[in-house]
């Protein structure tokens, strides 16, 4: 990968973070979001990610994968959510949720709901599992991207 690709992935992760803040803003209904300084680490922790999972699966990949970022990014401002802010947890898994659902809607072409709300909510539920540390009932920001994956290319072959 080139510097000039590394620095548009960047470029693109930053325009998710921003789409990403505003789902958030809108699900904290204009109150309480995490400082900037806070979602800038956030941010920083999902791009390190995205570099390394490209070198460690030895992938070739020239643009940002949004189902990758955004499921790192919420990932990692839960990470950094203690365990007594359950409701604020909530409110960002819902935030990430809502634009990789949008995503994978426009995505497959087929419906505009994406994944039905029942997943949806499994998936909640098993994010927050993780995130409170029963992770045998859970599912991390490995797996979120794994179950938008397979339900794009699942869509796409339709």
Request: charged share 20%.
């Amino acid at each position: 990968m080139t510097p000039a690709q590394e620095e548009e992935i960047i470029r693109c992760a930053y325009a998710c973070v921003r789409k990403l803040d505003w789902f958030l803003d809108e699900c904290l209904g204009g109150k309480g979001m995490p400082q900037e300084s806070f979602r800038n680490n956030a941010a920083s922790s999902a791009v390190n990610h995205h570099f390394d999972h490209l070198q460690s699966c030895v992938i070739a990949q020239n643009a940002l994968d949004p189902y990758k970022f955004l499921c790192w990014y919420g990932w990692a401002l839960l990470e950094h959510i203690v365990l007594s802010e359950r409701e604020m947890a909530f409110k960002v898994i819902k935030s990430t949720l809502l634009p990789l659902n949008y995503i994978l809607a426009k995505e497959i072409h087929r419906s505009k709901k994406g994944l039905p709300e029942s997943s949806l909510r499994l998936l909640e539920t098993m994010l927050l599992n993780e995130w409170a540390g029963a992770v045998k009932h859970g599912i991390g920001k490995n797996g979120l991207y794994v179950a938008f994956h397979c339900a794009a290319s699942n869509g796409a072959k339709k």
